[in-house]
């Protein structure tokens, strides 16, 4: 029996910890980011005026995480 709570002890841990990796976090001036590879940038929207955007990392130590931030959009013309 306590062989089956510690299985399922460490598979509540892994799943906690995968959706941590993924959760988005929002940018804040002045944050200390530590990224050590970009994975992937989504593309900015068509808007003339600031659009979120997110940026999916690697830190140092092979974590993923999700960053978003703002990005003027590429919607304005003259």
Do not use: W
Not at 21 to 30: I, N, Q, S, W
Not at 64 to 77: A, D, I, M, P, R
Request: aromatic share 6%; charged share 20%; proline share 3%.
């Amino acid at each position: 029996m306590k062989k089956i709570l510690l299985v399922l002890s460490l598979i509540a841990g892994v799943s906690a910890q995968v959706q941590a990796e993924d959760e988005v976090v929002a940018y804040r001036y002045g944050m200390d980011l530590d990224i050590a590879q970009v994975l992937a940038i989504t593309p900015v929207a068509d808007v003339c005026g600031a659009a979120p955007v997110e940026m999916t990392y690697l830190d140092s130590k092979g974590a993923k995480h999700v960053l978003q931030y703002s990005e003027f959009g590429t919607g304005c013309s003259n």
